[in-house]
């Protein structure tokens, strides 16, 4: 049974930081590209940063940039979104995302709340 479990959301005052993970199981981890995609309150989902299946290319939107930094441990089936410098305007529930050639696969999400 494939799963993709996000953790480390929560409350943060803006200018603070979080890190979330994303454990993968049931699937081969190594063979997939893994995103972090956000949907904000009343707006449409978006991708955050993508890394590549070794980890060895990444990518980001403009508005984290800087700031976000992905990364994984495929030893551990385990992806990660360092988030650094916080605003308000982060605040959405965070998506794990797996990206295969023929199958992909999404997680339950996790709350991100910027506000003081």
């Known amino acids: 049974q494939v799963q993709l479990v996000e953790s480390g959301g929560g409350l943060v005052q803006p200018g603070g930081s979080l890190r979330l993970s994303c454990a993968a199981s049931?699937?081969?981890?190594?063979?997939?590209?893994m995103c972090w995609y956000r949907q904000p309150p009343g707006k449409e989902r978006e991708l955050v940063a993508i890394?590549?299946?070794?980890?060895?290319?990444?990518n980001y939107a403009d508005s984290v940039k800087g700031r976000f930094t992905i990364s994984r441990d495929n030893a551990k089936n385990t992806v990660y979104l360092q988030m650094n410098s916080l605003k308000p305007d982060d605040t959405a529930v965070y998506y794990c995302?797996?990206?295969?050639?023929?199958?992909?696969?999404w997680g339950q999400g996790t709350q991100v709340t910027v506000s003081s």
């Open positions: 995302y797996a990206n295969g050639v023929v199958d992909d696969y």
């Open positions: 049931g699937f081969t981890f190594s063979r997939y590209a």
């Open positions: 890394i590549s299946r070794t980890g060895g290319s990444t």
